[in-house]
């Protein structure tokens, strides 16, 4: 091999080290290699198209996969998801993202898995583990205080390196014991040099942790030749304009690159390469029923007073709420993609209910403002009349290069044709009512937006920003107020001119006047009912990708719908849809609560399951959730530093150390049956047995955790941190005992560049969260 990188032109070396496409690597058939495709993930598989007509499966978020506390469970949704990457010919998945969560205001806290670095570490390793069974890469992401999205592409995280260490190199290093194939740099800076260019891509992960593989830029995250080329920063995407593509081969012949620093990377590239080259599908599986599963696994009962839960004789069943009907199944951002179908928890229900109890509806509150792209529901393809819209791609003089049918007005990512230089959209907008409708056109460059004819908006929307969330995905909009007629159909055009250097992103909406809420309705609804259902949520504008929230509060008056659906029927159940901790000030208020996260696309049916007993609610909090707001400041920079000045107590560790109590603990969750910790036995080399009984009247799943504290240590510490889980089945009135393996690196602390034991013991506290010890011991 190394004769044949000797042979190879130094331009030739450069573009196998960046990208061809947006998804795809250079291929070099000398070399024996092929082209690699990437695709985004983590709750699905999207491909290089970002098409409404590309189905993927659509997992609960990584949020809700830590729920579970199930490596199992996990691994085999690891295995769904390398499936499906055959399926679509992508060879690299661009997930775990295994960044903690740091604050709850984090917009992309969904996307991650936990506040704690071990059970990241042990659900990452799951993840990893399964989809590296079906011969496609997973990637580790994003290398490394990757946690927060205000500044995201240019902050300096400022942390000390026993932190970095303990808590956010953790599952990082986990993941190359799991033996993880690609790492991904991230687009900020630690501690002055930005992550491309960072020493921490040497030394820990390619030195003393040994990784072999390929570290990947994020998308536009190298922003030098030399000093990124120099780092072990190997492939550089997207291509194929970059800063590598423009000048590393000049670099290289001025002596500022080594050419032997580009054969190391082509090497492992070619190792990446021979590892994914198998294209052997994993066996297909049931994923509905599998997903169906992951949502019950991961679905959180965080109170059931009286036992509402699970329901039993029912007639009439009010499921209300914003997120009822229209269930936010996903987060927003770059982790996106298209399911076949979705399943409602209205839709859940009444399957589930058919023949037996009725289900009524009514949304009660509206919470998003932002504009809602055309879909078949309300709009018609201009010629065919079918439901949906046409998109053309135009030449420089107007004539048509190619037409399609698209079914929303969404566009990440419109087609491509030689000659492009505009797309335009066209629908037949239906309005259901009368009134002034508002029409928005989403796009960067020359845009034009007609209605009838009359041309309402012709200008140009400059590009502020780098970030590619905003770019992709939420492009800045122009809107106009045009009166409609209920019944009487409007032809809507629009047009953006392309640009080689802008984002291709492109979305037409059309909303209805905004008249009052279902408040009422839904109230009634609710009194009239035996059980009412009110399932609230988050929303693309309050928890997403690109920015960090600025309140944990409920958008809109959903609080008020809450507590008014309670006070007409006190047998209220509230399903909470957010991939990340929302306030409740009504959580005393209402008998039973349960958190189902971003539950993917079988959301309603694995709801159902549990609501009415047929599957026990197994989720724990994989992070703590706080009584009240939580400052911005956690996740803002102050003059592009982001300091860490937390350290080690992070989550439950604060709030252990500030001796205050959150609305619910990291770990917490209830499930249908009650348990009895009785017994704790620590053996040698670092192994708990814990003996506990079901002493409920249904067979349940306890997931029991082991911390570690040690009061009088000499070094500080968290007062207690996590040490180990493991999780037991039993029947009523069955014993079971827990076995718990506690690393060595559970004792061990970073101290003088190496990991050292204190001498003597530790206190082992045992219970199902960090929160509620029921049984100690010493090691």
């Known amino acids: 091999m190394d004769d044949d990188l000797a042979g190879l032109p130094i331009e030739r070396k450069v573009r196998l080290l960046t990208g061809k496409t947006m998804w795809r690597t250079h291929a070099d058939p000398a070399l024996g290699l092929r082209e690699l495709v990437l695709s985004d993930g983590p709750i699905g598989v999207r491909g290089e198209k970002w098409d409404e007509r590309d189905h993927s499966i659509a997992l609960p978020s990584p949020s809700a996969l830590a729920a579970t506390w199930d490596e199992q469970l996990v691994r085999r949704l690891g295995v769904a998801l390398a499936a499906q990457a055959r399926r679509k010919g992508v060879d690299v998945l661009l997930a775990p993202t295994i960044n903690l969560h740091r604050s709850p205001v984090t ?8 506040e704690d670095p071990v059970l990241t570490a042990r659900i990452g390793d799951a993840y990893i583990r399964g989809v590296q069974s079906g011969g496609v890469a997973a990637t580790a992401k994003h290398y490394v205080a990757n946690d927060s999205e205000t500044d995201r592409m240019t902050l300096d995280a400022r942390l000390d390196e026993r932190t970095l260490r303990e808590l956010y190199l953790a599952p990082f290093e986990a993941a190359v014991e799991a033996g993880v194939w690609v790492v991904m740099a991230a687009y900020n800076s630690v501690n002055g040099t930005t992550m491309t260019e960072n020493p921490l891509l040497a030394e820990p992960l390619k030195g003393e942790w040994g990784f072999d593989g390929v570290v990947v830029s994020d998308w536009g995250a190298v922003r030098s030749v030399a000093a990124s080329a120099n780092a072990p920063q190997d492939l550089v995407m997207p291509g194929p304009r970059s800063h590598w593509s423009l000048g590393l081969a000049e670099a290289v012949r001025s002596g500022e690159v080594p050419e032997s620093a580009l054969d190391e990377k082509i090497r492992r590239l070619l190792r990446l390469a021979s590892r994914v080259s198998d294209p052997s599908t994993p066996a297909p599986g049931d994923d509905r029923e599998l997903l169906r599963a992951a949502v019950t696994a991961s679905t959180v009962l965080l109170r059931n007073e009286g036992s509402l839960l699970p329901l039993s004789t029912v007639k009439r069943v009010a499921v209300v709420g914003p997120n009822a009907a229209a269930v936010r199944f996903q987060g927003g951002g770059s982790a996106e993609v298209y399911p076949s179908t979705v399943v409602s928890p209205v839709d859940g229900l009444r399957a589930a209910l058919d023949g037996v109890a009725e289900v009524a509806h009514s949304p009660g509150v509206r919470t998003t403002t932002k504009p809602t792209p055309l879909h078949r529901g309300n709009s018609t393809h201009p010629i065919t009349g079918e439901p949906g819209l046409l998109v053309r791609v135009l030449d420089a003089a107007g004539a048509e290069l190619l037409a399609e049918h698209r079914l929303t007005g969404r566009l990440p990512e419109p087609s491509r044709a030689t000659g492009e230089d505009t797309v335009e959209i066209q629908a037949v907008l239906h309005p259901d009512v009368s009134g002034d409708w508002e029409i928005s056109f989403g796009a960067w460059g020359p845009v034009s937006l007609a209605v009838d004819g009359k041309t309402l908006v012709d200008e140009v929307i400059e590009i502020d920003t780098d970030d590619p969330a905003t770019l992709f995905l939420d492009p800045t909009w122009r809107t106009v107020t045009v009166p409609l007629e209920a019944g009487k159909p409007a032809h809507i055009v629009a047009r953006r001119r392309l640009s080689p ?3 291709r992103a492109s979305v037409l909406s059309a909303d209805a006047p905004r008249g ?9 609804l609710a009194r009239t009912s035996d059980v009412a259902v009110v399932v609230v949520g988050t929303t693309d504008e309050s928890e997403s990708e690109g920015s960090d929230r600025a309140t944990l509060a409920l958008p809109g008056r959903q609080d008020e719908l809450v507590r008014a659906v309670a006070a007409a029927n006190p047998r209220t159940v509230v399903v909470v849809n957010s991939g990340a901790p929302v306030l409740m000030p009504w959580r005393e208020e209402v008998p039973a609560v349960l958190l189902s996260w971003l539950p993917g696309q079988e959301a309603g049916a694995g709801l159902a399951d549990v609501l009415l007993g047929a599957a026990e609610p197994g989720g724990r909090l994989p992070t703590t959730w706080p009584a009240e707001d939580v400052s911005a400041e956690s996740v803002t ?8 000045s937390e350290g080690l107590d992070i989550g439950h560790r604060k709030w252990l150390r500030d001796g205050a109590e959150p609305a619910y603990w990291f770990g917490h969750g209830l499930g249908y049956t009650s348990w009895e ?3 704790v036995v ?3 080399g670092n192994r708990v047995r814990v003996r506990l009984t079901n002493t409920g009247s249904r067979t349940g799943r306890e997931v029991v955790q082991v911390y570690l504290s040690r009061p009088s240590s000499a070094i500080s510490r968290p007062v207690r941190w ?3 889980f493991a999780a037991v089945t039993a029947a009523p009135g069955e014993t079971a005992e827990a076995v718990v393996e506690l690393p060595e690196r559970a ?15 530790f206190d082992i506290l045992v219970g199902p969260s960090a929160g509620d010890v029921r049984s100690r011991a010493r090691s």
């Open 516 to 524: 009052d809420d279902d408040f009422a309705e839904a109230v009634e």
């Open 747 to 761: 004792f061990q602390h970073w101290a003088d560049k190496k990991w050292q034991r204190e001498p003597g013991s």
């Open 501 to 503: 250097d802008a984002s």
């Open 107 to 114: 917009g992309r806290h969904f996307e991650c898995f936990s």
């Open 637 to 644: 920079p102050v003059e592009g530093r982001l300091e860490y």
């Open 682 to 684: 620590v053996e040698s």
């Open 722 to 724: 996590l040490a180990g």
């Open 677 to 679: 910790y009785e017994e």
